[in-house]
Every structure is written in C-alpha cells, then in structure tokens.
C-alpha cells in the first residue's frame, strides 16, 4: 500500500458497523413509541436517559398503561366470547344469570347516560359492549333451545332499560349506576360457581377473562388515585381477584373442558340426526 493511498475500515470491524446502525434504529423506534404514547419526551428523559426514577412520571406511565388496560377491556372484552361461540356453534359452561348479570351492569352506564342527556359519543362504546353481551345472552339461550325464550328476555329486558332511561326518577337511575359494580362481581361469581360444579369451564373465552382481568387492574389503578383506598376501590380489587380466579380455573382445567368437549360432540351429532 502507497503512503497516499486511503485504508478503509477493518474486516473485523465491518459487522459492527450494521449491528450499531440497527440498534440505533431500534432505540429510536422504542423512544418514537414511549414518547407518542406513554409519556412526554421530558420524562422519557428523566428515566431513561439521566436514570433518575421520577416518581410523577412513573405515575403518568402507570396511569396511561392502566387506561390502555381499561379501554381494551371495554372495546375487546366480549369479542372473543362472542366469536368462539359463533365459531364452536355451542355455549357450553356459560352461566345465564352471569351474563344476564353482566347485560345489567353494563346497561346501568347507558341508562345514566340517556337520562342525564349525555352526548352519543360519551356512552357509545358502552353501547357497543353491551350489543355483544345481548347477542352473546341469545346465543346461549339458542343452543339451550329457548330461542323464542331469549328473544322474547332481550325485548323486555330492553324495552324495561328504555322506559327507565326515560321515565325513571333521578335517584332510581343513580341507584342503578351505584349497583353496577355489584353487579359485575356477582356476575364473576356465579361463572365462578358454574365452573367449579360443572368441573371445566365450557366454552368460556380464555382472551375474554384475561381482558376482563388486566381492565378491572387499570380501575383499581385509577380508583386509588382519584379516591385512595374507598369503598368502591374495595369493590374494584374484589372484581379483580374475580377475575383472577376465573382466569386460573380456565388455565387449570384445560384437559377436563377438552374432554367435556369430546364426550359432548357424538351427542349433539346424535341429536341432530334424531332431529
């Protein structure tokens, strides 16, 4: 080589050169994705950067994952009930009067919201959760034979829910906004209940427990920090450990609702080629 001549980089050095350049790549994916939707640059600075573990933006990022959390649970929760119910053509395992339970609780919000003239986008997606559920109600009730039954429940159910959003005394609507989440945790307690008798858990959703929980945990977040520890924080941490339990009994008893599934196939087979 001439004095004048330029020496490039290293072969060794040369599979660095991209590994560094993809690393910073992805570091500037990860600060794009934290900054845009977990917290502002300053505190991506504070823990990241300087190392400092500032305790208020650890309190926004746990705020901001906990509404992520709840939004999920109210948009998504019921869809993948609702699909595999659809999709399996059974509602095996599914309690009616938890679900009725839930249709409640889940109307109490759009009651409150109707009575007090809220705007539609401040309660549709409440709406939304509450369509699903109805439909999710009518479905176990048609594979149990008692369509027109479910059909006929949902129209009273509805036309009973409309003429208390309209007609109902103020302190009758707030009471049943008050009962909600009561509601709810009765709901969690008599599938608790089903389960444990019919010893599998059907044709419950695995996804829809595991949303259910991870949302009842962003409302105890957000009820300890708007009222520390109440009563309705009490009553958000009961719905959690609900959840929770629902949760380890659809991961516990895997084989034994396999096997309720396979006993219970010849049978429907039979009793659609009776039919």
Same mark, same amino acid.
């Given at each position: 080589? %001439?004095?004048?001549?330029?020496?490039?980089?290293?072969?060794?050095?040369?599979?660095?050169?991209?590994?560094? %350049?993809?690393?910073?790549?992805?570091?500037?994916?990860?600060?794009? $994705?934290?900054?845009?939707?977990?917290?502002? #640059?300053?505190?991506?600075?504070?823990?990241? !950067?300087?190392?400092?573990?500032?305790?208020?933006?650890?309190? $926004?990022?746990?705020?901001?994952? @906990?509404?992520?959390?709840?939004?999920?649970?109210?948009?998504?929760?019921?869809?993948?009930?609702?699909?595999?119910?659809?999709?399996?053509?059974? @509602? #095996?395992?599914?309690?009616?009067?938890?679900?009725?339970?839930?249709?409640?609780?889940?109307?109490?919000?759009?009651?409150?919201?109707?009575?007090?003239?809220?705007?539609?986008?401040?309660?549709?997606?409440?709406?939304?959760?509450?369509?699903?559920?109805?439909?999710?109600?009518?479905?176990?009730?048609?594979?149990?034979?008692?369509?027109?039954?479910?059909?006929?429940?949902?129209?009273?159910?509805?036309?009973?829910?409309?003429?208390?959003?309209?007609?109902?005394?103020?302190?009758?609507?707030?009471?049943?906004?008050?009962?909600?989440?009561?509601?709810?945790?009765?709901?969690?307690?008599?599938?608790?209940?089903?389960?444990?008798?019919?010893?599998?858990?059907?044709?419950?959703?695995?996804?829809?427990?595991?949303? %259910?929980?991870?949302?009842?945990?962003?409302?105890?977040?957000?009820? !300890?920090?708007?009222?520390?520890?109440?009563?309705?924080?009490?009553?958000?941490?009961?719905?959690?450990?609900?959840?929770?339990?629902?949760?380890?009994?659809?991961?516990?008893?895997?084989?034994?609702?396999?096997?309720?599934?396979?006993?219970?196939?010849?049978? @429907?087979?039979?009793?659609?080629?009776?039919?």
């Amino acid at each position: 080589m %001439t004095p004048g001549e330029h020496m490039g980089p290293s072969p060794s050095l040369l599979w660095i050169i991209p590994s560094y %350049t993809g690393a910073k790549m992805v570091m500037s994916l990860v600060r794009n $994705f934290l900054v845009g939707n977990l917290m502002p #640059e300053k505190c991506y600075e504070q823990i990241f !950067l300087t190392g400092n573990v500032h305790v208020p933006c650890l309190k $926004f990022v746990l705020n901001r994952i @906990a509404g992520f959390w709840i939004i999920l649970d109210t948009f998504l929760a019921q869809t993948p009930q609702l699909l595999k119910i659809l999709w399996r053509g059974s @509602a #095996e395992g599914l309690s009616v009067a938890s679900v009725l339970l839930q249709l409640y609780a889940l109307s109490c919000p759009v009651v409150y919201a109707v009575a007090h003239n809220f705007p539609f986008f401040a309660w549709a997606e409440r709406l939304f959760t509450l369509s699903q559920t109805a439909a999710i109600l009518f479905l176990i009730m048609h594979h149990q034979g008692e369509t027109l039954k479910g059909l006929l429940l949902l129209l009273v159910f509805g036309g009973v829910m409309f003429l208390l959003a309209r007609c109902a005394a103020t302190a009758v609507v707030s009471m049943m906004q008050a009962s909600n989440l009561a509601a709810v945790n009765a709901s969690k307690v008599f599938q608790t209940i089903t389960n444990h008798q019919n010893g599998h858990t059907g044709q419950l959703s695995t996804l829809s427990v595991f949303l %259910t929980w991870t949302g009842s945990l962003g409302l105890i977040v957000v009820s !300890l920090q708007e009222s520390g520890s109440s009563f309705t924080s009490l009553l958000h941490i009961l719905s959690s450990g609900l959840s929770f339990v629902l949760l380890l009994q659809v991961c516990c008893s895997k084989s034994s609702t396999a096997a309720a599934a396979a006993t219970a196939a010849p049978t @429907a087979a039979a009793a659609k080629k009776t039919d």
